[in-house]
């Protein structure tokens, strides 16, 4: 029955395989190097595939296999893998982005140098992300989900010759690295207090079920935010979101796979592995639910100022996955990990559009683009696909899962639901923003010499658009199939016409107010800028959340180290010092005898005589 | 007896030790050394005859004495004329090349 | 289970460099090819020979069976005894051994020094008396290792004091001889309370009676064997009997006086770790030492800091050291934060790895403090993993010194597009450097919080900040030297040769195995640190 499942620890090993015959191939064989990192993520895709095939049936059990990793007195570390319809699902999004992205990437990077170095990058990050996936336990989910974050780090830094790129590198990963401590004290957490100090997730959900008792819920609470601040830093939530637009100075295919479908929706995959924990905790929950509507408002709004397509993507990515962490502080892990599901396609789909139109016009700023849309005709429909699915429009697959959402937070929280609906309209109106601006009109400075782009770069748009469209329907309020397969319990039928109808309005209008703008030009463009410059520079400028930071952080820290410098060079430099003067001058003072006197020398020995004849004589006189 | 020829013997030690110790002149010294070596062999007579085991062996010892305390002087004139042609002074302040 | 059982094998690792070193006293001075040939060569027949140890060793029995032992001063108490008392002797034993504790660390040393072996193509002046000071610091820092007597233990410890205060006074850059000079006078200082404190040890707890029939002899020594036995359990005590001693008790240790050997053991061995605020004498050592000198420095002699405090401070003072936990805790999360945060403002490349070692360390007060196997084992793996990291470090520093002629922050950049080979090195060691899963930093980083965090919950979050500075600083500097646009004048310079890439390759790859493989190192410690730390982890369960 579980047959391919016993063999899920298969996957990850194609695209490390890839990865080893890559480095040793170093900078030659251009074409061999990109067919092997193809290869590898295509065999690992087609094994998952068969792996979720299989588990189609309702009646699969979770399969576990897992090893000690180290013995350390009466502790024990493992390590294995687990495959559980939920990872099954992640399986198939990971490796089928991953191969799509392997495929793009032969065009547009193929007059690279270093492409070779590029597809190893890729097969590894591939390869730490399915072992992220398949991780059975929290311990070797927190290596997986360090490596996934340094070839993040690794791939944004691709042209490491370019500084930005290199100051983006770095922030990616300190600004990760910041909540991956908070995961590591988590981590550290959860062991001393689980029973037999297990970490791994089939252990936690028995322990963590509300009922036990086991561990008080203030520890909870704390392990849930510990567990949540590492979510943060790798899903890019506030106040932990500003590496990902930065880290947009990438190669666009890298944009796509890492920081939109996989990687970043791996703090939303992490929350979901360790709901149980979550659901023990309401102050978790609702921390959980409050910052990821916060995010998404938040990122939504500074996406309508930007003017750089992909930052504009990477804020709607940041608002996106505030959606996902709202659905499941929400209570709504179907909701959440739907989304997932269906914005991994659409997302990377949208990116990958954004490549294949920079590819073409070699620039990122939208206001020098313009009217492409007659030229790049497949790019322009892939994408229009996806700009509908993001924005939420039905029947695409971005509609249902934002709908299930909007219900969620409808039937709960009605503060969140409004918060959902005014970022799902901004959403709509960014999206129809950025499509006429470069789509129609006239043809702007940059795209005059434009044409489509090779078919490896379209092939792949034209793949994601299917299931950008389709995906949605695994999970409709009618048709909760998605939710029960996930979750093994049928969920009762939801949704709510309220929450249907207000979400496809505040779509629609957006994106008519967006093409009343950009697209028609009935109203002006400057309107709002000429009415509040105030709050179009905050937004252009992204609330100036990396100032406040520069000012917040990074100053007082460099003031410090400062500080601590010349007290090292002089408070404990000059013990040092002082050690050296006080032997330097003690061996002076002694020089000072030796003046080459024989006679001072044999005053010397007869004062140490007569001392030693008075110490014999008088130690008979001591009692 | 023994007392005032040890205390004699005492007497002309110290005064040599602090010949030695104290002039500055080489040749003066040089005595001074002379006279701590006769302290020595006053004692060496004095214990032959007075001592516990009176034998004539001291006696004899002395004799040796006084010839080596001859060469040894008639050396360390030599070494001080020498110095004298080297440095023209019998100075030992000016002796000092031990400290290099 | 071999053919070379029962040879004096650890002996054996002991001498060999020794035997190389009279080898090349014999060579012909201007011959340099031949003196580096044969100092690699015979750096390579104590990694061989550990290696062998390494493989065949008893992980159930641990470090019995490898015991070498020879008599070697013996000094007569002129002490007033009765009758019974055949004699009264101070005796100091040649007496070699290891356990899962000083095992890890052999190997460590043979295959850093003969990482350093290859990397010393760089000296270029005097090879003869450089290879010969090279030779008698790895017999040094062997023997340090092995020696199971006190006596024998300082005896080596010197050795590389002196070993080491020529290499970088005579090898080193501009500065050498006042590096050299403030590396002396402060290791003297140190040497000075530890002779001092090893003293006092050897006439209070290195006390021993042997009993031949009727006769009994009466016996001071330095072996840690006696010492450790006399200071943990309290029944040795009461066994003796000091009616026969006419009046002597030779086995006072008031509680105050186990305080005071406490405190001077941790100075003593505290400035060679270095604990914060002995640190400074290391800065201009690593800057001035010549980069071979500094991967064995930062390699190997960090770690007798560390192993004497564990086996002398923490081992022979259990209540001691448990009292303080706290303290060396503490000290440890100011060496990591300190170190750190010195290490973010620093403009020179070796600095800001000299300040790295200092936030390294300071992992190893953790792992000593924590006070259970997790926290033991965490600090003997990043003892090792430090080693092994830090070699590969200033291996690089060395090589990139060579081409570009500074280590200046300011004046290197993108030498990813000339050295590509190397840079990628030099990453995958930082990444290492601050720990990254997969290689050997993480798992000493990881287990010494987790085993703190079982009793120090605060101070474990404090280091784990740490994490984040040390991200800070790391990628800071590696940046700034590999990526990033590259000046002109770089852009002729070579990829490693064959004879830099060796040795980098070699590291690297003990990195990555142990990084995914610790079992590796933590089966061969747990047996030693299940036994030895048994009396150390009663205390906490008592206490």
Redesign the interface.
């Known amino acids: 029955m579980e047959m391919y499942s016993q063999a899920a620890w298969l996957i990850p090993l194609f695209p490390l395989a890839a990865f080893l015959v890559l480095t040793a191939l170093g900078r030659s064989f251009r074409r061999a190097g990109v067919l092997i990192g193809t290869l590898g993520s295509l065999a690992a895709f087609v094994l998952s595939l068969f792996i979720v095939i299989d588990r189609l049936d309702a009646n699969t059990v979770d399969y576990n296999y897992a090893f000690d990793w180290m013995k350390i007195g009466d502790y024990t570390l493992r390590i294995g893998f687990e495959v559980t319809n939920l990872t099954a699902m992640m399986l198939v999004v990971v490796t089928l982005v991953s191969f799509l992205v392997n495929v793009y990437s032969a065009g547009y990077m193929k007059n690279d140098e270093r492409i070779t170095v590029f597809y190893g990058y890729v097969s590894l990050f591939t390869f730490s992300m399915l072992g992220l996936v398949l991780s059975d336990n929290l311990l070797s989910l927190y290596i997986f989900w360090e490596l996934v974050g340094v070839c993040s780090f690794l791939l944004v830094g691709f042209w490491y010759a370019k500084p930005k790129a290199r100051a983006a590198a770095k922030k990616a990963f300190i600004v990760t690295r910041i909540g991956d401590a908070g995961l590591l004290l988590g981590i550290l957490l959860l062991f001393w207090y689980m029973p037999g100090h297990a970490l791994d997730f089939t252990t936690i959900q028995s322990v963590f079920d509300g009922q036990s008792g086991a561990i008080t819920t203030g520890i909870t609470t704390l392990i849930a935010l510990l567990i949540f601040l590492g979510a943060v830093g790798k899903s890019g939530q506030f106040p932990l979101h500003v590496w990902l637009p930065d880290a947009m100075e990438g190669p666009t295919p890298i944009s796509a796979l890492i920081h939109a479908a996989t990687m970043v929706a791996a703090g939303v995959f992490l929350i979901a592995r360790t709901y149980d924990i979550f659901q023990d905790s309401a102050a978790a929950m609702e921390t959980v639910a409050y910052i990821g509507g916060f995010t998404a408002i938040f990122a939504a709004t500074i996406a309508l100022a930007q003017n750089d397509i992909k930052r504009i993507l990477a804020y709607s990515t940041v608002s996106q996955l505030g959606y996902m962490m709202m659905a499941l502080g929400l209570g709504s892990l179907t909701g959440g990990v739907f989304h997932l599901f269906t914005h991994a396609f659409f997302k990377a789909l949208l990116f990958l559009g954004a490549g294949s139109i920079i590819h073409a016009v070699h620039t990122q700023n939208i206001h020098e683009m313009g009217g492409l849309g007659a030229k790049m005709k497949v790019t322009a429909w892939t994408f229009a696909i996806g700009a509908l699915a993001l924005s939420g429009i039905p029947p695409l697959s971005g509609f249902w899962s934002k709908d299930m959402i909007l219900t969620a937070a409808f039937e709960t929280n009605p503060l969140l639901f409004f918060v959902g609906l005014a970022a799902a309209f901004c959403t709509a109106l960014y999206m129809s923003r950025l499509f006429f601006l470069v789509f129609t009109g006239k043809p702007g400075a940059a795209s005059s010499g434009a044409q489509e782009s090779p078919v490896t770069m379209t092939l792949p748009l034209v793949v994601l658009a299917v299931p950008a469209v389709a995906a949605g329907f695994v999970e409709t309020p009618w048709n909760g199939w998605f939710g029960s397969w996930l979750s093994g319990e049928a969920e009762a039928a939801h949704g709510s016409g309220v929450a249907i109808v207000a979400s496809i309005a505040v779509g629609l209008l957006g994106i008519y107010v967006g093409w009343l703008v950009y697209g028609k030009g009935s109203v002006s463009r400057t309107a709002l800028a000429d009415r509040v410059p105030w709050l179009v520079k905050l937004l252009e400028r992204s609330y100036y959340v990396d100032e406040l930071y520069a000012v917040f952080v990074v100053k007082p820290l460099k003031l410090l180290g400062a500080i601590l410098i010349v007290i090292d060079e002089y408070v404990i430099g000059g013990l040092v010092r002082l050690t050296g003067i006080a032997t330097v001058s003690a061996g002076r003072l002694a020089a000072r005898l030796q003046n080459g006197q024989v006679q001072t020398y044999s005053l010397a020995a007869v004062i140490g005589f007569v001392i030693i004849v008075i110490a014999l004589v008088g130690r008979r006189f001591l009692p | 007896m023994l007392p005032s020829y040890l205390t004699v013997a005492a007497i002309l030690f110290c005064i040599g030790l602090y010949g030695a110790l104290v002039k500055r002149n080489a040749i003066i010294v040089l005595l001074s050394l002379e006279l701590m070596l006769n302290a020595v062999n006053l004692n060496l007579v004095a214990f032959s005859k007075y001592g516990v085991v009176p034998s004539l062996t001291g006696q004899i010892f002395s004799l040796f004495t006084i010839t080596v305390a001859a060469a040894e002087a008639a050396i360390g004139v030599a070494i001080l004329f020498a110095l004298f042609r080297l440095r023209g002074t019998v100075n030992v302040d000016e002796f000092d090349k031990m400290r290099r | 289970m071999s053919i070379l059982n029962g040879l004096p094998i650890l002996s054996f690792i002991l001498l060999s460099p020794l035997v190389g070193l009279l080898v090349i006293l014999l060579l012909p001075k201007e011959r340099s090819s031949w003196m580096k040939t044969a100092a690699i060569l015979t750096t390579l027949v104590p990694l061989a020979l550990s290696l062998w140890l390494y493989a065949g060793y008893d992980k159930q029995q641990g470090g019995a069976g490898y015991e070498e032992q020879l008599s070697w001063v013996e000094v007569p108490l002129n002490k007033e005894f009765q009758n019974g008392v055949a004699e009264f002797v101070f005796k100091f034993q040649y007496s070699l051994g290891i356990d899962g504790i000083s095992l890890p660390l052999v190997l460590l040393t043979a295959l850093v020094t003969a990482m350093a072996a290859l990397a010393a193509f760089h000296i270029k002046k005097r090879w003869k008396s450089f290879f010969v000071w090279f030779l008698l610091l790895e017999a040094g820092m062997l023997g340090v290792f092995l020696a199971q007597d006190v006596f024998l233990f300082f005896v080596f410890f010197e050795v590389t004091l002196v070993a080491m205060y020529f290499l970088i006074g005579i090898w080193g850059y501009f500065h050498r001889e006042r590096a050299a000079?403030?590396f002396l006078?402060?290791n003297g200082?140190g040497s000075a309370i530890m002779l001092l404190a090893f003293v006092l040890l050897v006439n209070t707890a290195g006390f021993r009676i042997e009993q031949a029939g009727e006769q009994a002899s009466f016996i001071y020594s330095g072996s840690y064997a006696d010492i450790l036995r006399n200071m943990t359990d309290p029944a040795a005590w009461v066994n003796m009997s000091p009616e026969q001693l006419g009046g002597i008790n030779p086995f006072q240790m008031t509680e105050t006086m186990q305080w005071v050997l406490f405190i001077m053991l941790l100075v003593a061995f505290g400035i060679k770790l270095p604990i914060?605020?002995f640190?400074?004498?290391m800065l201009k050592v690593h800057t001035e030492a010549p980069p071979a000198v500094v991967m064995i420095h930062s390699g190997v002699l960090l770690k007798m800091g560390a192993y004497g405090l564990l086996r002398f401070g923490v081992l022979l003072f259990p209540e001691q050291a448990r009292e303080w936990a706290v303290v060396l805790a503490a000290l440890g999360v100011i060496n990591i934060l300190?170190g750190a945060?010195?290490a973010?403002?620093q403009q020179e490349f070796k600095l800001v790895l000299a300040y790295s070692s200092i936030s390294h360390m300071g992992i190893v007060l953790l792992g000593l403090a924590a006070f259970?196997?997790?926290g033991m084992?965490g600090a003997l793996f990043q003892l090792v993993s430090h080693g092994l990291i830090s070699a590969l470090l200033f291996l690089i520093v060395g090589s990139i010194h060579e081409r570009t002629g500074t280590t200046e922050l300011s004046e290197l950049g993108?030498l990813?597009?000339s050295m590509?080979f190397i840079s990628g090195v030099l990453l995958t060691a930082g990444?290492a450097s601050l720990g990254?899963?997969?290689l050997s930093g993480?798992?000493g980083e990881?287990?010494a919080?987790?085993g703190l965090?079982?009793s120090m919950r605060w101070l474990?979050?404090a280091g784990?900040?740490g994490?984040?500075l040390t991200?800070?600083y790391v990628?800071?500097a590696v940046?700034k030297i590999?990526?990033?646009?590259?000046p002109e004048k770089y852009g002729a310079l070579k990829d490693a040769r064959l004879i830099e890439a060796i040795p980098m390759i070699v590291l690297l790859a003990f990195i990555l195995l142990l990084g995914c493989y610790?079992?590796l190192l933590?089966?061969t410690v747990?047996n030693s640190?299940?036994t030895l730390f048994e009396p150390l982890f009663a205390t906490r369960a008592g206490g």
């Open positions: 000079n403030q006078l402060y200082i914060f605020p640190h400074t004498w300190y945060l010195l973010f403002r259970n196997e997790l084992q993108g990813a597009r590509p990444l990254l899963p997969g993480f798992i990881f287990l919080f987790l965090f079982e474990t979050a784990v900040l994490i984040i991200a800070v990628l800071r940046l590999t990526f990033g646009t590259q610790p079992s933590t089966d747990q640190v299940g």
